[in-house]
């Protein structure tokens, strides 16, 4: 894994961040505020706005760079909406106009713990599925990031590191079921 | 490639709806006279939703790492009193 191109990853990432909070934070604040909210209740809806903007301009067909400060104001206040105002706490993302994200915020403890598990045994496979798949860089980019020759090696990579998952998942599974018996 | 690691690239693609139609319907008639296929591609699925929650978990915090930088570093004092003066 080339740490050196990952960090910088991590350092685009947080500006793209630092630029949102201070362009955007301020007006969901005084939204927030104006209805009598609390300041801890408008961090709490931004920054899931700011996760579902992420998430969102990581798509291919993604529209909303454009109108970027439009969407997350327009997500933090629906949330703030349902989950202050209309007093459902538990309102996750994917009640929202972001549904098709489907939130998952709260884990089963039994995902929880694979999890854990990974984010230490597997994490090189990890990072890699996740630059693919989540944050959707193209396998050229992904390729150079974790250092391969090419994008055929990283794309037969790719698929060794979902066995790999995918046997964490089969042991998990065999311990559930003897935990059941 | 070898066969195992074919066989995740055609549930990938049935999975994430990159196959053609004729294809897709090959792979669903596979799926159901082999339940050791269904197990997998129950697997595979679930493989993905971990990556998603992987990478959410690490989102969330480098949101939160900002979050931090902004109100707790001298560099940012305007800003925090700005947002401070909304909530008096």
Redesign the interface.
């Known amino acids: 894994m080339d740490a050196v191109n990952l960090e910088e990853q991590v350092a685009e990432r947080q500006q793209l961040f630092i630029t949102l909070y201070q362009k955007v934070f301020p007006a969901v604040a005084r939204y927030v505020s104006k209805c009598g909210g609390s300041f801890d209740e408008a961090k709490d809806v931004f920054q899931d706005a700011l996760l579902s903007y992420y998430e969102k301009s990581r798509s291919a067909d993604a529209d909303i760079k454009s109108s970027e400060g439009a969407y997350i104001y327009g997500t933090a206040r629906y949330l703030w909406i349902k989950r202050y105002k209309e007093g459902q706490q538990t309102t996750q993302l994917d009640d929202s106009v972001a549904a098709d994200m489907a939130m998952e915020t709260t884990l089963p403890l039994a995902d929880d713990k694979l999890l854990n598990f990974l984010e230490t045994a597997g994490k090189r496979c990890m990072e890699l599925l996740r630059s693919f798949y989540y944050d959707q860089l193209p396998m050229t980019k992904v390729a150079q990031l974790f250092g391969f020759s090419g994008v055929r090696s990283a794309t037969v990579q790719k698929y060794k590191c979902i066995e790999k998952v995918r046997e964490s998942v089969k042991q998990k599974a065999l311990t559930y079921e003897d935990f059941l018996e | ?1 070898r066969t ?2 074919n066989n ?2 055609q549930t ?1 693609a049935y999975l994430l709806k990159r196959a053609n139609s004729a294809n897709a319907l090959l792979f669903e008639a596979k799926t159901l006279l082999d339940q050791d296929l269904q197990i ?1 591609v129950s ?2 699925q ?15 915090a ?6 931090q ?2 109100f707790n570093q001298p560099e940012h004092l305007s ?1 925090k009193q ?3 003066r ?2 008096k």
Not at chain 2, 46 to 60: A, E
Not at chain 2, 62 to 67: F, K, L, P, Q, S
Request: proline share 0%; glycine share 2%; charged share 20%.
């Open positions: 490639m195992s690691l995740i690239a990938e997998h697997q595979q679930q493989v993905y939703s971990l990556v998603r929650q992987y990478g959410r978990k690490q989102v969330k480098e949101i939160e790492a900002v979050y930088q902004l800003f700005k947002i401070a909304l909530f």
